[in-house]
Antibody, heavy 125, light 109 residues
């Protein structure tokens, strides 16, 4: 059974870089049948998609975050990573990694079918 | 950019039916996915591609999508169904974004 586990520092100072890791177990991140992504939920807010990556390294990001975000995969460790630069209090959120499944009409249009439990990140000095 | 709207909350008695709507411009032309999200837990996919259920999701969960509204229906509601429910669509080839609705809190009375 596929499981995703996020980890990283719970507290990040403003202007610094938030770095999170998601370990994938029970399945290979290199499977060409899926893609991987990060999604967050700020306190009292809805879910916000951060970005996607395919095992080959192809990625795309939420335009509102694109200038500050990098998502990468390490197939040797079966994990994906998130770097979010120049954080502010507005980046305080629970961060989830998730697996995306191909959609019926487009590879990228499918649902996020497996999620991690999330990790809470607070941006504060 | 594409926007999804949801009612903030729905209250329902056990055994009754909960109806959760997700509004968007011509949403009927998109594939809609629904997630159940309980506090402290991972979101759970309950309906995908408008009306398909993943393996293990009870038949009580059903979905439809037409015009400007997608609907998630939970029949014979149980206490364990109390959660936030989020709809989600893909923006399309020209808007490579994943858009989530703000969520509807389902309270079981």
């Amino acid at each position: 059974q596929l499981q995703l586990q996020e980890s990283g520092p719970g507290l990040v100072k403003p202007s610094e870089t938030l770095s999170l890791t998601c370990i994938v177990s029970g399945g290979a991140i290199s499977s060409g049948n899926y893609y991987w992504g990060w999604i967050r939920q700020a306190p009292g807010m809805g879910l916000e998609w951060i970005g996607n990556i395919f095992y080959s390294g192809s990625s795309y990001y939420n335009p509102s975050l694109q200038s500050r975000v990098t998502i990468s995969v390490d197939m040797s460790k079966n994990q994906l990573s998130l770097n979010l630069r120049s954080v502010t209090a507005a980046d305080t959120a629970v961060y989830y990694c998730a697996r995306g499944r191909p959609g019926n009409d487009n590879f990228w249009s499918g649902p996020w079918d497996v999620w991690g439990k999330g990790t809470t990140v607070t941006v504060a000095s | 950019s594409y926007v999804l709207t949801q009612s903030p909350s729905v209250s329902v008695a056990p055994g009754q039916t909960a109806t959760i709507t997700c509004g968007g411009s011509n949403i009927g032309s998109k594939s809609v996915h629904w997630y159940q999200h309980k506090p402290g837990q991972a979101p759970l996919l309950v309906v995908h591609d408008d009306s398909d259920r993943p393996s293990g999701i009870p038949e009580r969960f059903s979905g439809s999508n037409s015009g400007n509204t997608a609907t998630l229906t939970i029949s014979s509601v149980e206490a364990g169904d109390e959660a936030d429910y989020h709809c989600q669509v893909w923006g399309g080839s020209y808007d490579l974004s994943y858009i989530f609705g703000p969520g509807t809190k389902v309270t079981v009375l």
